[in-house]
């Protein structure tokens, strides 16, 4: 499904991603582990389009897609829920969500399907509200159903418990959960709580300074030689 061959990527003088390479198959859930300020957000916004790759390589579905900008990315079938949620607060809930269909004919976008509003039952009773009256966590929860109705077939999730009330984060992973098992979608999930990715990733790989330190399944990836690279 994604392919990703050795990416570097630099801000000024600095080295940004070196060399970073991953795979992530339809179905699987891959969580993206790390401190703050290692590469993780950098390199999701490489795999969106929204920062360039000076070398290597980037393909969906076996099509190269590193230089594609990120809407030719979203038509594609790639949906990005940024660190922050971006939600846009003057427009209301349903508008939010009207957004997400933005890459589909407009025929398909008429109707928002009610599998989101089951997924997050509270935006049922919200969609005159604006977005910038909810709450963080039903924000996120609005993010990640604005992403879920374009009907990506790879979903990027970058910390979706930052800042987020205990009961929220269980129904976020209840979702992810939920997506997992369906297994059509390929889920990528940058987390700094360890405990919540471990508990739903399949794969997991370790970023520190740029570069993957470490990377496997769950009984691999939970040792003490990882969990330095996981402290703040």
């Given at each position: 499904?994604?392919?990703?061959?050795a990416i570097h990527q630099y801000y000024g003088g600095s080295h940004t991603l070196r060399g970073v390479s991953l795979t992530l198959k339809q179905g699987?859930?891959?969580?993206?582990?790390?401190?703050?300020?290692?590469?993780?957000?950098?390199?999701?916004?490489c795999l969106m389009g929204v920062l360039p790759v000076r070398e290597g390589s980037i393909s969906l579905d076996g099509h190269d897609i590193t230089k594609?900008?990120?809407?030719?990315?979203?038509?594609?079938?790639?949906?990005?829920?940024?660190?922050?949620?971006?939600?846009?607060?003057?427009?209301?809930?349903?508008?939010?969500?009207?957004?997400?269909?933005?890459?589909?004919?407009?025929?398909?976008?008429?109707?928002?399907?009610?599998?989101?509003?089951?997924?997050?039952?509270?935006?049922?009773?919200?969609?005159?509200?604006?977005?910038?009256?909810?709450?963080?966590?039903?924000?996120?929860?609005?993010?990640?159903?604005?992403?879920?109705?374009?009907?990506?077939?790879?979903?990027?999730?970058?910390?979706?418990?930052?800042?987020?009330?205990?009961?929220?984060?269980?129904?976020?992973?209840?979702?992810?959960?939920?997506?997992?098992?369906?297994?059509?979608?390929?889920?990528?999930?940058?987390?700094?709580?360890?405990?919540?990715?471990?508990?739903?990733?399949?794969q997991f790989i370790v970023m520190s300074r740029g570069e993957i330190v470490a990377a496997g399944d769950r009984t691999q990836i939970d040792g003490p030689?990882?969990?330095?690279?996981?402290?703040?």
């Open positions: 499904m994604l392919n990703v061959r699987e859930c891959l969580a993206l582990l790390g401190r703050n300020g290692v590469g993780k957000t950098t390199l999701l916004k594609l900008a990120p809407h030719q990315r979203a038509a594609r079938g790639i949906a990005y829920v940024p660190q922050g949620r971006d939600i846009f607060a003057r427009l209301t809930v349903e508008e939010n969500i009207r957004m997400g269909m933005a890459s589909k004919p407009a025929s398909a976008a008429r109707r928002i399907k009610g599998e989101v509003f089951e997924l997050f039952p509270v935006l049922a009773s919200m969609l005159s509200r604006r977005g910038g009256d909810l709450s963080g966590g039903q924000q996120q929860q609005l993010a990640i159903a604005r992403a879920l109705v374009a009907e990506p077939r790879l979903i990027i999730l970058d910390e979706p418990t930052e800042g987020i009330q205990p009961s929220i984060i269980k129904d976020i992973a209840k979702v992810i959960r939920l997506l997992r098992e369906r297994g059509d979608i390929g889920i990528l999930l940058c987390e700094q709580y360890f405990d919540f990715a471990r508990e739903l990733a399949d030689d990882v969990r330095k690279h996981l402290l703040a």
